[in-house]
């Protein structure tokens, strides 16, 4: 797949709006997905989605290739979700209608714990829900750098590519993984 963005991102480099869309049809999930995770929303997350593949098109003649381009696509991602959060605060902030306690609640981990088929036992779910709430609270709750790695790892990203993605050495996302999955421990070893 690495050979393929990299000749796409070359391709959209060129002007070639075929290869962004290639490249937005292997990469929206998972841009849309970390958008959604950081944002709490389909809409700001559809937003930032755009803008990151309207960013990929401006800057792509500036893509040295020193990063995988999935780990390079995802960092813009990251860019644009947090310039969309901090954009949102402002706003709030701005706002005489705001109301403080208003805030709706962040996407849930649920897709990737709860058991949504039919046949599940209700009581359950409920309580693989209540865990999954639990959990999507505690990486909300996380330091900034630790949630966006986690989030990352998440969308499958390996140390070297989160490394990339982020500007950091891969001793450091070691470690800051290491102390993530500390902060999380406790919520992952509740009984379902």
Same mark, same amino acid.
């Given at each position: ?6 000749s796409l ?12 869309e290639?490249?937005?049809?292997a990469?929206m !999930? ?31 003649k500036?893509?040295?290739?020193d ?6 696509i ?15 605060a402002?706003?709030?902030w ?13 996407? $849930? ?8 088929s ?6 359950? $779910?409920?309580?693989?829900g ?40 891969e001793? $450091?996302?070691?470690? $800051? ?8 421990e !406790? ?6």
């Amino acid at each position: 797949m690495e050979d393929r963005d990299l000749s796409l991102l070359k391709a959209v480099a060129q002007g070639d709006e075929t290869a962004l869309e290639e490249l937005m049809k292997a990469h929206m !999930p998972s841009v849309h997905a970390v958008a959604r995770r950081l944002l709490g929303d389909d809409a700001s997350a559809d937003d930032a989605a755009q803008e990151t593949f309207l960013a990929v098109w401006r800057c792509a003649k500036s893509f040295r290739g020193d990063a995988p381009g999935r780990a390079w696509i995802l960092r813009i991602a990251l860019n644009k979700a947090r310039s969309a959060g901090r954009w949102r605060a402002v706003r709030r902030w701005l706002s005489l209608d705001h109301v403080i306690s208003g805030e709706p609640d962040a996407p $849930t981990l649920g897709s990737a714990v709860a058991d949504p088929s039919p046949e599940a036992d209700p009581a359950g $779910t409920r309580e693989r829900g209540d865990r999954a709430e639990r959990l999507r609270a505690a990486v909300a709750n996380l330091p900034p750098r630790q949630k966006e790695m986690i989030l990352l790892r998440l969308e499958g990203l390996e140390i070297n590519e989160i490394a990339a993605a982020l500007g950091a050495a891969e001793g $450091t996302v070691k470690a $800051t993984l290491h102390q993530a999955r500390a902060r999380l421990e !406790p919520v992952l070893k509740e009984a379902p």
